[in-house]
């Protein structure tokens, strides 16, 4: 079955660029009936989309407008795996983030998650 | 964007109980509607999508039904396992997806 496992730092200081990493399993990231997105979670914002990529013959990519200057999301097709960069972090950013699959043909359902990173920003 | 609002924020069940949960759209959304359930330390887990269409995998007692602007996740014979915080997500708006605060079962 397909899986993603995740991988980076669960602590950045402000200012500093998070770099996540998720490796797939299952299936492809240049699968093209699927997008790969991330996600994060926090207590004070819940559940956050933040941007996707998908491959349609070329490849796609989509931002969060709200992150648009500060985040990067590629794909890498020799690992089979997609990342997430995030630019002069704040403590506003500290929360859990998740790397998922968003099937095709399923109203944009998100049906498999990573196992989650907790990143803390704090000097 | 889309803002979806979940309704209640938490609810008092038990075994065996029939539980619903409400999400309505700040606008209409067809079907693009999907359901949730998280459990502390994990991340969601897909339930119900096209708001009612349900997952591979998911137990029948679970059910989703709506269109437009309101929708409903209902749990039947609540069991063990099913005490759990629930979320509704908005996919209408591509791909500015948005989220329901939760529903926390308990």
């Known amino acids: 079955q397909v899986q993603l496992q995740q991988s980076g730092p669960g602590l950045v200081k402000p200012s500093q660029t998070l770099s996540l990493t998720c490796a797939i399993s299952g299936d492809s990231v240049s699968s093209n009936s699927v997008a790969w997105n991330w996600i994060r979670q926090s207590p004070s914002t819940g559940l956050e989309w933040l941007g996707r990529t998908y491959y349609r013959s070329k490849w796609y990519i989509d931002y969060a407008v709200s992150l648009k200057s500060r985040i990067t999301i590629n794909a890498d097709t020799s690992r089979n795996q997609f990342s997430l960069q995030l630019n002069s972090v704040t403590p506003e950013d500290t929360a859990v983030y998740y790397c998922?699959?968003?099937?095709?043909?399923?109203?944009?359902?998100?049906?498999?998650w990573g196992q989650g990173t907790t990143l803390i920003v704090s000097s | 964007d889309i803002q979806v609002t979940q309704s209640p924020s938490s609810l008092s069940a038990s075994v065996g109980d029939r539980v619903t949960i409400t999400c309505r759209a700040s606008q209409s959304i067809s079907d693009f509607l999907n359901w949730y359930q998280q459990k502390p330390g994990k991340a969601p887990k897909l339930l119900i999508y096209?708001?009612?269409s349900l997952e591979s995998g998911v137990p029948s007692r679970f059910s989703g039904s709506g269109s437009g602007t309101d929708f409903t996740l209902t749990v039947s014979n609540l069991q063990p396992e099913d005490f759990a915080t629930y979320y509704c997500q908005q996919s209408h708006s591509t791909p500015r997806y948005t989220f329901g605060q939760g529903t926390k079962v308990e």
């Open positions: 096209g708001a009612s």
């Open positions: 998922l699959r968003e099937r095709g043909g399923c109203k944009g359902c998100m049906d498999v």
